[in-house]
């Protein structure tokens, strides 16, 4: 069965530093991934998708994510940190048990950025 | 810009009440969908919707049902509230993927904070 998983609950690191949060994901076929972050009290907001092509996808606030295939990661990365980051952060892969649009949701990593 | 809107941010209601969730999406888009959040188990799918008047069941169905009258709209419906289901609810919408084409991802709206006591 898909799956991904989120090794980590939570990250903590100093502004300006870089920041690596990590997701491995299990598919039979092609992966299809996702990163959301959800700041406190909202909704998702999408950040990347990897569907195919570069290994390296660059998204939404800086944000970048290299997908492994050997390594079967997706790991979101940061070059330098923002306070401003600190969020919960969520992978997630496309369902391929459906001929639908759903998605299977890791369990978040806090983020904390500290001054 | 993509806009989910969901009836209530925050939401106390009593066991055995009938809670109805709604979620409005203005993008046109077929499918919609209906998570929980819960600390610890991430966002788990309840319902989702790819057209009106269809619903399949998601991965944790019992105890809920759902109504897609218009595409833009999709209810939630707690049929006698209990208070495992206090969590935070989401809804989400995107395009249906086309065969050949991209997949999209998935808007969410603002989240409603259901307590039920």
């Known amino acids: 069965a898909q799956s991904v998983a989120q090794p980590e609950d939570q990250v903590n690191v100093a502004e300006g530093n870089p920041l690596t949060v990590k997701c491995t994901y299990s598919v039979s076929g092609n992966p299809y991934l996702f990163w959301y972050v959800q700041y406190p009290n909202r909704g998702l907001q999408f950040l990347l998708k990897?569907?195919?092509?570069?290994?390296l996808v660059k998204g939404s606030y800086g944000f970048e994510a290299e997908f492994n295939k050997s390594q079967t990661s997706f790991h979101l990365k940061k070059p330098s940190a923002l306070v401003s980051d600190s969020a919960l952060y969520f992978c997630a892969v496309r369902d391929e048990a459906y001929n639908t649009d759903k998605l299977i949701f890791g369990t978040g990593t806090r983020l904390q950025v500290f001054p | 810009d993509v806009k989910v809107t969901q009836s209530s941010r925050y939401l106390v209601k009593r066991t055995g009440e009938k809670v109805f969730l709604e979620c409005v999406q203005d993008?046109?888009?077929?499918?919609m969908f209906w998570y929980r959040q819960d600390p610890g188990l991430g966002l788990r799918l309840i319902y989702f919707s790819y057209d009106v008047k269809m619903k399949e069941k998601g991965d944790i169905p019992e105890g809920y049902s759902v109504s897609r009258e218009k595409k833009e709209r999709f209810s939630l419906i707690l049929e006698s509230a209990s208070t495992n289901q206090t969590s935070m609810y989401l809804c989400?919408?995107?395009?249906?993927?086309?065969?050949?084409?991209?997949?999209?991802?998935?808007?969410f709206g603002p989240g409603t904070r259901l307590t039920v006591l």
């Open positions: 990897y569907i195919t092509g570069d290994n």
């Open positions: 993008m046109d888009h077929e499918n």
């Open positions: 989400a919408s995107s395009f249906i993927t086309a065969p050949g084409q991209g997949f999209d991802e998935q808007f």
